[in-house]
């Protein structure tokens, strides 16, 4: 199976380019890159071909894209390669608002084509257990969830608001707003949140705090910031304190880890899951076996909704409830 990618402006490009050169069957094909040097760097680094053109790429015998662009792209790209008939896994958030969500969604659906979010956390062993966990009943009926996606500031074009549709909240709250839609099986309807700057001098959102009432009487809480300093030993955390009426679980999606403690100082190894490659192996299965991939655009869809209702919810100092899209 012949696979592009689609800009490497987003840190993650890196890692899906492994993902796909491990894959049994699996090509890097070409790369687009409306920046030509970030474009032929990455294509020398993974001995693929650069394209100047993304009509020229989306014209060649490739199978599917991987978008990874500015959050601002994501619409323009996704809607050019369905039309060209590629399959398209693509980034989060799906899109910056909820017009481009549904247009990009629509248009794949019109094309026959796959259209897969990015939320590789799905594919972490710990949450995997958890959603088992969750799923078998052994916790009871789920009360209320405490999550948190806690990072370092990315800086960039994550900083520019044109590029991004905003800063820590957008980016932190898909992820785990994706994780909690899974495990409940049920959608948020209430936000309320506190949106800041505290830890960057740039002027956009680093921190903020959600309140969520779920569909089916759910309540959860998540602290999306930008928190972490450079020199945390990862970019970020995810994890999740759940309360059933039969017990609590805790989840860290990242504790596959080594932290040694010497006179030096602390050195972090982690061991884990490579949750992009499991990811990129669910898009590529979803392909061979013409199925509705395990995440869709409109998980991508619901999860960026709770995030702009947060937005909307911190400027007007209220809940704000959702529609039900």
Request: charged fraction near 25%; aromatic fraction near 8%.
């Amino acid at each position: 199976m012949k696979l592009a990618i689609i800009s490497f402006a987003h840190m993650h490009a890196f890692s899906y380019a492994k993902a796909i050169q491990s894959y049994p069957g699996a090509k890097l094909a070409g790369i687009y890159d409306d920046d030509p040097n970030r474009g032929e760097r990455a294509a020398e680094d993974f001995n693929t071909q650069y394209y100047e053109s993304l009509d020229v790429l989306l014209s060649t015998d490739i199978d599917a894209v991987i978008i990874t662009s500015e959050n601002s792209m994501h619409k323009v790209h996704t809607v050019a390669a369905a039309r060209a008939g590629k399959h398209v896994l693509c980034e989060k958030p799906l899109a910056t608002n909820i017009e481009d969500s549904l247009e990009m969604i629509r248009t794949c659906k019109e094309n026959n084509i796959i259209l897969q979010t990015a939320f590789p956390v799905r594919f972490s062993s710990p949450v995997l257990r958890a959603k088992t966990i969750i799923d078998s009943g052994e916790l009871g009926e789920v009360l209320a969830i405490k999550g948190t996606n806690r990072g370092t500031n990315p800086g960039g074009w994550f900083i520019q608001p044109e590029f991004s549709g905003g800063g820590a909240v957008i980016d932190h709250t898909v992820h785990v707003v994706d994780i909690m839609r899974w495990f409940l099986k049920s959608e948020v309807k209430e936000v309320y949140a506190e949106v800041d700057n505290r830890f960057v001098s740039e002027k956009i959102d680093d921190c903020g705090i959600l309140s969520m009432e779920f569909d089916n009487g759910t309540i959860a809480t998540l602290d999306c910031s930008w928190s972490r300093n450079p020199s945390f030993p990862t970019w970020g955390d995810v994890t999740l304190e759940i309360v059933g009426t039969k017990g609590t679980l805790s989840v860290d999606a990242f504790a596959q880890k080594i932290d040694v403690f010497n006179e030096r100082g602390h050195k972090y190894h982690y061991w884990g899951d490579e949750m992009d490659a499991g990811l990129m192996g669910d898009f590529i299965e979803s392909i061979k076996e013409e199925r509705i991939p395990s995440i869709s655009g409109l998980d991508g869809l619901k999860a960026l909704e709770v995030a702009l209702a947060a937005y909307k919810s911190s400027r007007q100092k209220e809940p704000i409830q959702l529609s039900q899209v």
